[in-house]
């Protein structure tokens, strides 16, 4: 079992719709938490990061880390056709000397005009 | 600042040459990452640096992968030999903090 399961999708969903993203874990260690989102033929780029449950907002985005369950969404809200792209979700346990991120393998995401 | 640079953008090459791929970190960043991202497999962590030295390089597949980084501003992965397996697309990201890696726009290889 991999350590962080991502559905690959493909995903379309028309413009304007609210987008669910969403990975599972299942090792406890993980604290950080982060959404990375990669257009093609581009490297990764940082979205959000978060440290705790609960959720945390930015713009459209919206982060959710549910701990007890080991489940971490992201929110697109309003989706435009410059969300399409594949989004990673990646987690860190951040002890010292193990500054190692884990990635899950990404979904794709089409937004339809 | 201009980023994560790497060199070369694409790389063809016949199975059995030498491969160096090259990085340049964001000026400052105290952490060098090389990662190999596979339809398959997604993107793996090969390698990191932190301060130059090399920190966990449990991600690197084989005796035929090495890394270095002779100081703060360079960094190159080696394969020697070269495989068709290894063709993939690398990227090299840096960090000043934990939380928030900066990644280059990648090497893609192809293997013959």
């Known amino acids: 079992q991999k350590e962080v399961e991502q559905d690959p999708g493909p995903l379309s969903v028309p413009e304007g719709a609210i987008v669910s993203l969403n990975c599972t874990y299942s090792?406890?260690?993980?604290?950080?938490f982060m959404w990375y989102r990669q257009y093609s033929r581009k490297g990764p780029e940082l979205l959000m990061y978060?440290?705790?449950?609960g959720n945390k907002e930015d713009g459209r985005f919206t982060a959710q880390v549910d701990k007890s369950s080991k489940y971490i969404s992201l929110f697109i809200r309003d989706s435009q056709p410059s969300d399409s792209a594949t989004y990673l979700c990646?987690?860190?346990?951040?002890?010292?000397?193990?500054?190692?991120?884990?990635f899950g393998t990404g979904t794709r995401l089409t937004i339809i005009p | 600042d201009a980023g994560v640079i790497q060199s070369p953008r694409h790389e063809v090459t016949e199975m059995g040459q030498e491969v160096t791929l090259r990085c340049k970190p964001i000026?400052?960043?105290?952490?060098l990452f090389w990662y190999r991202q596979t339809m398959m497999r997604g993107l793996e962590l090969l390698i990191y640096?932190?301060?130059?030295?090399?920190?966990?390089d449990s991600g690197m597949p084989e005796d035929r992968f090495s890394a270095k980084m002779p100081n703060a501003s360079f960094s190159t992965l080696k394969i020697q030999p070269s495989e068709p397996r290894d063709s993939a697309v690398y990227f090299c990201?840096?960090?000043?903090?934990?939380?928030?890696?900066?990644f280059g726009p990648g090497t893609r290889l192809l293997v013959l």
């Open positions: 990201a840096s960090s000043s903090t934990e939380e928030t890696q900066y």
């Open positions: 090792n406890s260690a993980f604290q950080y």
């Open positions: 978060t440290y705790s449950s």
């Open positions: 990646a987690m860190m346990i951040s002890n010292f000397g193990n500054e190692k991120l884990t």
């Open positions: 000026s400052g960043h105290d952490y």
């Open positions: 640096f932190n301060n130059n030295v090399p920190i966990d």
